[in-house]
């Protein structure tokens, strides 16, 4: 199991700037990949996401605004928001994606969720 804690989310004005965190805890070694999603009722969509190796993949609309980075010695990934506007208000979920190599499970762990408000 994979334990997912984020942290960074707050209010802020247009224009302005907020860094997501998440720390991971757990079985560590089976992540393959972490990101960050938005939910919509009976649907959820990549904002960005991160693999072990660097790559990195951005949803259209935070292209250039929005940096996904990762600390592998902390366990940790951060989102970088930048230039925020109203639309990008939402709760933001963090993800680890895994693959147990003992059973061949594949699957992806879900954070509590981080609230981020653009308003003025």
């Known amino acids: 199991q994979v334990q997912l804690v984020e942290s960074g989310g707050g209010s802020v004005q247009p224009g302005g700037s907020l860094r997501l965190s998440c720390a991971a805890s757990g079985k560590i070694s089976s992540i393959t990949a972490m990101g960050w999603y938005r939910k919509v009722p009976g649907d959820y969509y990549l904002i960005a996401s991160i693999?072990?190796?660097?790559?990195?993949k951005y949803k259209e609309s935070v292209k250039g605004r929005f940096t996904i980075s990762r600390d592998n010695a902390k366990n940790t990934v951060y989102l970088q928001m930048n230039n925020l506007n109203s639309e990008d208000t939402d709760t933001y979920y963090c993800t680890a994606d895994y693959y147990d190599h003992s059973t061949s499970e594949v699957g992806r762990h879900w954070g509590q969720g981080t609230r981020v408000t653009v308003s003025q």
């Open positions: 693999t072990n190796s660097g790559g990195t």
